[in-house]
């Protein structure tokens, strides 16, 4: 391009001209329709699609257990006065994934599994974002010995196998689904510290911040204004990619004893009581778990849907 | 190099002395009464002080500190609850049998990811390439505590009459038990001596010891044992090194030196084995490495599933026993194992590719 300088330095002369003339409604119109070019792009990618379909699938399914779900999913059906059925009955027409070791309904459980390792995943990421952000943002905005020492605590936390950490916080805590939460919340913390930091140097550069801080913004309102809508893009596909992990971990520790404890409808759990019967009752084993690996499937297609859609320098 | 050398342990140092604090702190910070976490509910007052005074509990938690940090120099991790014997013995008798695993499973990863993620950009958006994103997309969302259940339910159960019938569960079948190879070959040793401790360490790596000391039932039958819990272990780093390799590839494929080799007259195998895959395998290295903390994580689980008395089978009693030494010493010989691993990775990535040096 540089041995056509002059023709390049007269259209990019035009375009500047246009862009003085553009009233502030033109260049809202502008910020959307970024927006609108990402979704174009999102419902162009079948995969990511896919993964939308299935994420609202199952949260409508979440959202509506008790009135989807056959039976109650704590029932132990082969109790109940004049019934016919037993323990771990095979799938029927009446129960069509079965019955659990309890003679509870499997469908209804996994129906209500959704609600649990859902919300499980989405607040694990939300309270991971919300602490690990404000420790990037703070140790990118102040620097010095402040940011070495915060970066330095994520350093630590990577430096532990996601899993083994989350185990030793789940234990040293206590076995309870709020303490899942904290586990894989804290294993999960440092991406997003390292995604705001990041976001927080690379935009204290720019002019533009430099001018506003010069006016007197506070860091309040720099951070509500500039820093955080950079940094919105990389948090919100972080995000929806972490959920996915988030709910694996949380299944894995579940499934190790640590998490959801019985009879609470939890996938995880549901697996860890039934899993040495996999010879016998296959069908108590197959679904929970096809369970857990379609949702986080689903999570982890929107979250590559998402990034390819936002961030198109990302695309191959 | 030397210098990239000194700054990259200088940074690894640091950390691994947090991991060290942040194990010891761990149980400190979170509260509870650590007394009744080990010895039970029941445990009374007595007993608790007993307990406290031979943990070292009593005194300033800097005074702990340094006590922890000088007995883990020392290699001495505490004791184990439920066994009654130095948690660093436990360790390394588990040691072998997951290493095993790990080692195999990784080998597998590394040897069908990448190809699959060459094959995927060689042929980009061709069947290959579409298949092998699917492989990786329900790769990284499998649940490999699930996937190992399934596959031992396929392999013992639905194919278990078939020649591909594979064993679900233990390192060896019932009434097959190797020799250690040292007794194969005759050598005595003595329980107490380094020598023989080593010997006895080594003779642990089942499939090493039934090779070298050429019991070839027992090694077949222990290779036959490891073909599941591998296979379901590897799923997660496969997926991710074939992901990584494709896109890497894709990268260095657009690139101008590629065009040139193309352009020279060297036909696409030849330009993708001799010009890209040396720069595109660079990022795969340090993939390869993280995925040492997902083998490591994983083998909690798999061994759990296929009945494996390895570190994860260890960790996992510990935690349904509330063995803490346990708990604590391994969870604190993994992260070190992690860390150094990780730090190895990338001097051998600053070795090979000059241009990480001088970031």
Known sequence: ?????????????????????????????????????????????????????????????????????????????????????????????????????????????????????????????????????????????F????????????????????????????????????????????????????????????????????????????????LRTRILPNALTPLIVLGTLGIAGAILEAAALSFLGLGAQPPTPEWGSMLAQEYTLIRTYPHLVIYPGLAIMVTVLGFNLLGDGLRDALDPSLNE | ??????????????????????????????????????????????SCQQFAEANGLDQPV???????????????????????????????????????????????????????GVAAARWHNSPVDVATMAFANVGVSMPIFWLGLMLSYLFAVVLGDTWLALPPTGRFSAGLAPQPFYEVWGWTITDTSFGGGLLRFLSRFAIFNTLI????????????????????????????????????????????????????????????RRHALRNALLPVVTIIGLQLGALLGGAVLTETIFSLAGIGTALFDAIDTRDFPIVQGFTLFIASTYVVVNLLVDLSYGYLDPRVRLQ
């Open chain 1, 1 to 141: 391009m540089s041995g056509f300088g002059t023709g390049g330095d007269q259209v990019d002369g035009q375009v500047t001209s246009v862009r003085a003339e553009e009233t502030s409604d033109e260049l809202m119109e502008d910020a959307t329709s970024v927006w609108r070019l990402a979704m174009q792009r999102f419902f162009r990618r079948k995969l990511g699609v896919l993964g939308l379909v299935i994420v609202s699938t199952l949260a409508i399914i979440a959202l509506t257990a008790p009135i989807i779900a056959p039976y109650d999913p704590i029932q132990q059906l082969d109790r109940v006065e004049g019934s016919d059925v037993a323990r771990r009955d095979a799938p029927s027409s009446e129960h069509l994934l079965g019955l659990d070791s309890n003679a509870r309904d499997q469908l209804s459980r996994i129906i209500y599994g959704a609600r649990l390792s859902l919300p499980l995943g989405v607040s694990i990421v939300l309270v991971a974002i919300m602490i690990g952000a404000s420790i990037g943002a703070i140790a990118g905005y």
């Open chain 1, 143 to 222: 620097g010095g010995w402040l940011d070495t020492i915060l970066m330095r605590m994520m350093d630590v936390i990577l430096g532990f196998p996601a899993l083994v950490l989350a185990i030793a916080i789940a234990y040293v805590l206590g076995n309870a689904i709020q303490n899942v939460l904290i586990a894989v919340a804290v294993v999960t913390l440092p991406q997003y510290a390292r995604v705001m930091r990041a976001s927080v140097l690379s935009i204290k550069e720019v002019d533009f911040v430099a001018a506003s801080e010069a006016l007197g913004a506070s860091p309040w309102r720099m």
């Open chain 2, 1 to 46: 190099m030397i210098a990239y050398a000194l700054k990259r342990i200088g940074t690894a140092l640091p950390v691994l002395f947090g991991v060290v604090v942040a194990v010891f702190l761990l149980p400190r910070v979170v509260g509870g009464d650590p007394c009744r976490a080990v010895l039970g509910p029941r445990a009374t007052a007595v």
């Open chain 2, 62 to 116: 800097f005074q702990q500190f340094l006590t922890y940090m000088g007995n883990i120099l020392r290699g001495d991790f505490g004791e184990s609850i439920k066994f009654s014997r130095p948690v660093m013995e436990v360790l390394f008798e588990r040691l072998p049998l997951t290493t095993e695993l790990a080692l195999s499973a990784l080998l597998l990863a590394i040897a069908i990811g990448i190809p699959l």
């Open chain 2, 213 to 272: 000391s050429a019991q070839w039932a027992e090694l077949k039958d222990g290779l036959q044992h490891l073909v599941l819990p591998t296979v379901a272990l590897s799923t997660i780093p496969m997926a991710v090194i074939a992901r990584m390799t494709r896109s890497s590839l894709l990268d260095v494929l657009g690139q101008d030196y590629v065009r040139t080799a193309a352009a020279k007259g060297a036909r696409q195998p030849r330009v993708i």
